[in-house]
Each structure stands twice: as C-alpha cells, then as structure tokens.
Nanobody
Framework: VQLQASGGGLVQAGGSLRLSCADT???????MGWFRQAPGKEREFVSA????????YYTDSVKGRFTISRDSAKNTVYLQMNGLEPEDTAVYYC???????????????????????WGQGTQVTVSS
C-alpha cells in the first residue's frame, strides 16, 4: 500500500487525535487530502493541503478544530483533530494527487474525483 494511514482510535467527545499518512512511493504530487465516510453515508471531503506551498483546505464543519500539515522530508501529511464530536465518527481515508488545478477552480482539491491515489482507511470513533 503506497499511502499508509495511521492514528485512528476511540476518543471521548472533546478529545484529540492526530492522523498520519505516509506516501511510501515518494511520487510527485500536487496535494494530499483526507476524506471520511460515516456508516450509511457517502465519502466526504475533510481537508487537503497543496504540497509545494502548503495551502490548506477544510470543510466547514471542521474549521477551527482540525489542522492539516505536511512534512515534505518525510513525505507525510498529518491531520490534527481537536474538539472531536460524535459526528466526526467515520473511517478516514488518505489521498494524494499529481493533478494540478486550473487557476479559477478553487474547489478542485475538495473533490474526491481530483485525487488519484488512495490509502486504506483508519477508523475514528468519538463517544459522547
């Protein structure tokens, strides 16, 4: 598996977790991201970061609580999740893309179809 995600677990509401995803293939990429899928729901965008300039993107529901970062030397992306809520319970998937966005397409890295490489999921469970 080229993208190896880790860091999931069980935490109480208000707690924190940090997800990590290492790109072991060291391939060229323009961005890495995190998506999640809750039981009975479709997979949804959580956060992404451009690889060269580190520009972050967040879905509204996690702004102010989650922070995405990357370590280029380690070829790894992180998702620091604070203030976790039961609604954050899901399988979290790491993704990467070598695709670049058009200048006028601000939402490019928030779309699942923009990413061409996916890792295995890691379960995050938040108890109330």
């Amino acid at each position: 598996v080229q993208l190896q995600a880790s860091g999931g677990g069980l935490v109480q509401a208000g707690g924190s977790l940090r997800l990590s995803c290492a790109d072991t293939g060291r391939r060229f990429k323009n961005a890495m991201g995190w998506f999640r899928q809750a039981p009975g729901k479709e997979r949804e965008f959580v956060s992404a970061i451009t690889w060269t300039f580190g520009r972050p993107y967040y879905t509204d529901s996690v702004k102010g609580r989650f922070t995405i970062s990357r370590d280029s030397a380690k070829n790894t992306v992180y998702l620091q999740m604070n203030g976790l809520e039961p609604e954050d319970t899901a399988v979290y998937y790491c993704s990467a893309t070598a695709r670049g966005r058009a200048l006028n397409d601000e939402g490019f890295y928030t779309r699942e179809a923009s990413f061409d490489l996916w890792g295995q999921g890691t379960q995050v469970t938040v108890s109330s």
